[in-house]
């Protein structure tokens, strides 16, 4: 039977692999939308379609530190689990894991500590 420390590890490397690329997407829908509300100033649209579009913005905005508080604290339970189970050192789930954390670590804000 398999360990099922492997299968933990597995389940917490997930989580860290879509909340990265769920901060990931939040930011490029950001820039994404900055960029509609730039074409539509450009074009002369109507204040309220702007106003509705810089709501757009707020929101997407309002989602990113959700999404780094959760990225951050998931990724310290990992860090923590990979610090106690040294043992699945050699398993390609421990390497994939530490690749998930470093990818990770790169969307993190340095100066934010939940």
């Known amino acids: 039977m ?3 420390r492997l299968r933990q590890l597995i389940i917490k490397t997930g989580v860290v692999k879509r909340l990265t690329k769920e901060k ?3 930011e490029r829908e950001v820039v994404i ?6 074409k539509f100033k450009t074009e002369g649209a109507d204040e309220h379609v702007l106003k509705k579009q810089e709501e757009v913005i707020q929101e997407c905005l309002m ?3 959700d999404a780094v508080r959760r990225l951050q604290r998931e ?7 990979l ?5 699945l050192k050699e398993t390609k789930e421990y ?10 670590e790169e969307v993190i804000p340095k100066n934010v500590k939940f």
Request: hydrophobic fraction near 40%.
């Open 95 to 104: 390497v994939a894991a530490e690749q998930v954390l470093a990818a990770a």
């Open 2 to 4: 398999t360990d099922p």
């Open 63 to 65: 989602m990113l530190p």
């Open 75 to 81: 990724h310290d339970l990992l860090k923590k689990f």
């Open 83 to 87: 610090e106690d189970e040294t043992e």
């Open 33 to 38: 939308e900055r960029q509609r509300l730039d």
């Open 24 to 26: 990931t997407v939040y």
